[in-house]
């Protein structure tokens, strides 16, 4: 490209280089070029190779699910099922319990958390401790959360109790620092002066991020907390531990065994009856029906970020 | 809200204790009491603790360049933003497929397809030690194990990579083509090295996750749980921390669970130190 050709836009750096290379009136030699080609070629083979296995394992779980996507899947348990038939319905409301009462304990708390650490913490000595705990908690692996539920609750209950909330306290452990960074990195987004603004009419402090910092943040807000559960809804190893596993419905929290569609998927190929095909396919439609759940979560979020945009735009 | 950055505080003090009261008998308890047969604490989490840090250095190793290629392909070599977005979105969704479906897709998808890899590995490269003995006949070995995790860990270390490339100072990348630099040679002189400690923090993130992966492993892995060994493709493959715990917790009772508990604590203390590590390189990077 010519110096007159880009008179007309702004140069980028691309075309710096091109004009280098006219001055100089001679290109990269060609063990340069070839060594450049190579680089690009590794590139695109490293997006391949990350693409390969996600496009395998949505390809399994589809050819392999729809075998036994069918309507029998949604209305039966494992309940006295030892072959053919079968379904996910116990596992299916167990997650949903789970996961809401995650929720409800995580959410508010990972938010007032944030709401603490942006608007009231500032550089005081608890907001430290609370960003640093955080960060730990982030690194606790998912099964060592599993384990300290467990700890907690044969301490309150005595040994071997397993239940549905102490699933959801488990993972309740994992989602906590989720919600917490992802609300603080929204609240900080809301622009100062509108603060000021509210603060300078005369508005007290909790009114000002009641009226003016929430509804400005609600929909980042509310992406953050879709991602945490669309985190926690595939968690297997703590529900594995504490919640258990049934072949019957279970809508209590507080007592008994609860299926969870993740753990299901497991039971389903670690303790297979005699007709192996059976189980295998269930898994898969296990599977298929987590993952569609999953996508679901992730689209849903996505469709929320044009507003966090715009806050960006403002600051 | 005070109350509740204390509670989230407490929550995390609260694992710590209930770990140590439930697992603290274990580091005292002797032989009898502990699963696998084991003669004291440390004889049962020495191999394990080799396999979990043997399984998450194989997927480091096999998730380490890719992540790189991802990201420079989201940054600096993204033929337009869009491009960069979506790929951003393929990795969001790698990232949110639950473990347990990599475990189920890792054995009975990757494995069998690996056996004839591993038999042609064992034929050619038998005199290395990775490589001797018998091939697995199922597949299930420590280096599918790998590679499953690393399939797992990939999307995150890409996504820290790609921050740190995104910061480099575009006039240094300008400088660097109107050296007349080629594209690669741009990258290789201003891009990688100002992003170093962002893909050292990147690859320790990733090293956290994978230590404390456990589904994919404990369903693919056929292992056994006091062997150290560094055959990559035999049949008996060493266990990991997480593994042997998903494994064994369902039918333990008294003291078995509290070694379990304390197999927790260890996993839990080797996880946290990685990103400790993780962590001051990336301020290092920052504060420079």
Do not use: H
């Given at each position: 490209m010519s110096?007159?050709?880009?008179?007309?836009?702004?140069?980028?750096?691309?075309?710096?280089?091109d004009a280098a290379v006219t001055l100089s009136a001679s290109r990269p030699s060609l063990a340069r070029r070839t060594k450049n080609r190579i680089a690009s070629g590794a590139v695109v083979c490293a997006v391949a190779l990350a693409a390969i296995p996600l496009a395998l394992v949505i390809w399994a779980a589809l050819t392999r699910g729809i075998e036994r996507l069918d309507l029998a899947l949604f209305t039966n348990s494992m309940w006295g099922v030892v072959g053919q038939g079968g379904g996910l319905l116990h596992a299916l409301v167990?997650?949903?319990?789970?996961?809401?009462?995650?929720?409800?304990?995580?959410?508010?708390?990972?938010?007032?958390?944030?709401?603490?650490?942006?608007?009231?913490?500032?550089?005081?000595?608890?907001?430290?401790?609370?960003?640093?705990?955080?960060?730990?908690?982030?690194?606790?692996?998912?099964?060592v959360a599993g384990l300290a539920a467990y700890a907690l609750f044969s301490l309150l209950l005595g040994p071997g109790t397993r239940s549905g909330l102490a699933g959801a306290v488990a993972l309740a452990m994992i989602m906590i620092p989720v919600v917490v960074r992802s609300s603080e990195e929204v609240l900080r987004l809301v622009p100062g002066d509108l603060r000021e603004a509210g603060l300078a009419l005369g508005s007290p402090r909790w009114r000002v991020i009641r009226k003016i910092v929430l509804p400005t943040a609600l929909p980042g807000l509310t992406a953050g907390a879709v991602l945490g559960v669309a985190r926690i809804i595939g968690e297997t190893a703590p529900l594995l531990l504490v919640a258990g596993f049934t072949d019957a419905m279970n809508y209590n929290l507080a007592e008994g065994r609860m299926a969870t569609l993740p753990?299901?998927?497991?039971?389903?190929?670690?303790?297979?009856?005699?007709?192996?095909?059976?189980?295998?396919?269930?898994?898969?439609?296990?599977a298929l029906v987590l993952m569609a759940v999953v996508v679901v979560l992730q689209l849903a979020a996505r469709a929320l970020p044009p507003q966090i945009a715009k806050l960006r735009r403002n600051r | 809200m005070r109350a509740a950055a204390v509670a989230v505080s407490?929550?995390?003090?609260?694992?710590?204790?209930?770990?140590?009261?439930?697992?603290?008998?274990?580091?005292?308890?002797?032989a009898g009491e502990l699963p696998a047969h084991a003669a004291n604490f440390w004889a049962l989490?020495?191999?394990?603790?080799?396999?979990?840090?043997?399984?998450?250095?194989?997927?480091?190793?096999?998730?380490?360049?890719?992540?790189?290629?991802?990201?420079?392909?989201?940054?600096?070599?993204?033929?337009?933003?869009?491009?960069?977005?979506?790929?951003?979105?393929?990795?969001?969704l790698l990232a949110a497929v639950p473990s347990v479906v990599f475990g189920l897709w890792g054995l009975m998808v990757l494995a069998p397809a690996m056996v004839p890899i591993y038999e042609w590995l064992h034929r050619y490269l038998g005199w290395l030690p990775f490589f001797s003995g018998q091939p697995s006949v199922t597949g299930r070995t420590v280096l599918t194990a790998g590679m499953v995790v690393a399939v797992m860990i990939?999307?995150?270390?890409?996504?820290?990579?790609?921050?740190?490339?995104?910061?480099?100072?575009?006039?240094?990348?300008?400088?660097?083509?109107?050296?007349?630099?080629?594209?690669?040679?741009?990258?290789?002189?201003?891009?990688?090295?100002?992003?170093?400690?962002?893909?050292?923090?990147?690859?320790?993130?990733?090293?956290?996750?994978?230590l404390g992966e456990?589904?994919?492993?404990?369903?693919?892995?056929s292992a056994i749980p006091d062997l150290?060994?560094?055959?990559?493709?035999?049949?008996?493959?060493?266990?990991?921390?997480?593994?042997?715990?998903?494994?064994?917790?369902?039918?333990?009772?008294?003291?078995?669970?509290?070694?379990?508990?304390?197999?927790?604590?260890?996993?839990?203390?080797?996880?946290?130190?990685?990103?400790?590590?993780?962590?001051?390189?990336?301020?290092q990077g920052v504060s420079r």
């Open positions: 110096v007159a050709q880009t008179l007309g836009k702004q140069p980028t750096a691309a075309d710096a280089a167990g997650t949903l319990l789970v996961t809401g009462a995650t929720a409800l304990i995580a959410i508010p708390l990972g938010l007032a958390a944030a709401i603490y650490l942006t608007e009231y913490g500032g550089q005081r000595k608890l907001a430290g401790i609370t960003r640093r705990a955080v960060d730990i908690m982030v690194s606790i692996p998912s099964i753990v299901f998927i497991y039971t389903q190929w670690s303790s297979k009856g005699l007709d192996t095909a059976a189980y295998d396919q269930r898994a898969w439609a296990g | 407490l929550v995390l003090v609260g694992v710590l204790v209930f770990l140590a009261v439930k697992g603290s008998p274990a580091f005292t308890a002797g989490a020495g191999p394990l603790a080799f396999g979990s840090l043997w399984v998450a250095v194989i997927a480091l190793v096999f998730a380490a360049l890719p992540a790189i290629g991802v990201a420079l392909a989201a940054t600096i070599y993204a033929p337009s933003p869009r491009f960069g977005r979506f790929l951003g979105a393929v990795l969001d990939l999307p995150i270390m890409a996504a820290i990579c790609r921050e740190s490339f995104a910061l480099t100072p575009p006039a240094l990348i300008e400088a660097a083509y109107a050296l007349g630099a080629t594209r690669w040679e741009m990258v290789r002189t201003a891009v990688l090295p100002v992003a170093r400690s962002g893909i050292v923090a990147g690859g320790m993130l990733g090293l956290g996750r994978a456990t589904m994919a492993v404990a369903m693919v892995l150290i060994s560094v055959n990559l493709i035999s049949s008996q493959n060493p266990s990991t921390i997480a593994q042997f715990i998903a494994s064994t917790f369902p039918e333990s009772t008294g003291s078995q669970v509290s070694a379990l508990i304390a197999l927790g604590l260890v996993l839990f203390a080797i996880s946290l130190a990685v990103s400790v590590v993780g962590r001051r390189v990336a301020q």
